[in-house]
């Protein structure tokens, strides 16, 4: 039986046990579950560069929608820039054609009628932010006033002495210049 034994025992020796077997299954399943295998690693790679590529789709969707946006807003803006000031001068426009449409007007209805408009066309500017320049007196200003003559008189010299036309600012931007007449100095 011992003859027996030595002959069987080299091959117990060779075949693992169920704990040897377990074991070396314990330790190398860990191994396979953390190191995916590389088409598992293609598609996961894939799959994110299409969201990705889909996320900059949608931003770049976006950015052209509120581009585009902007640019309507834009010509709105200056296509309807004067409709609030264009209102006012109905108003005006309006006292002026009933001003024509009376049959018998007498010279001091027509002065009346006439200075009525005109305080709905001051009205009107203010409200547009349109301002008169008016610088009788003032000293020459060359970005609100433009000179048309030079003439010797008693005031300070580089002085407006006359207005000719009024100018016009709005919003402190020079819209039309005042013509004036300026003062020099007396020879």
Excluded: C
Aim: no cysteine; charged share 30%; proline share 5%.
């Amino acid at each position: 039986m011992q003859a027996l034994d030595k002959e069987t025992a080299p091959v117990a020796d060779a075949v693992p046990t169920a704990q040897e077997t377990q074991a070396a299954q314990e330790t190398a399943t860990p191994e396979m579950d953390t190191m995916p295998s590389l088409e598992e690693t293609l598609r996961q790679a894939e799959l994110k560069a299409e969201e990705h590529h889909d996320a900059w789709l949608r931003a770049k969707a976006e950015t052209e929608n509120v581009r585009r946006r902007a640019q309507e807003d834009i010509s709105k803006a200056a296509k309807f820039a004067v409709e609030r000031f264009a209102g006012e001068l109905l108003a005006v426009k309006d006292s002026l054609e009933a001003a024509l449409a009376a049959d018998a007007p007498s010279v001091d209805s027509m002065k009346a009628g006439t200075e009525l408009t005109l305080k709905q066309l001051v009205s009107a500017f203010e409200k547009a932010n349109l301002n008169e320049i008016n610088p009788a007196g003032e000293k020459f200003d060359p970005h609100r006033h433009q000179a048309i003559s030079v003439v010797e008189a008693d005031q300070e010299p580089n002085t407006v002495v006359t207005v000719l036309q009024k100018g016009y600012l709005l919003a402190d931007r020079t819209l039309r210049p005042a013509l004036v007449v300026v003062a020099k100095a007396k020879a």
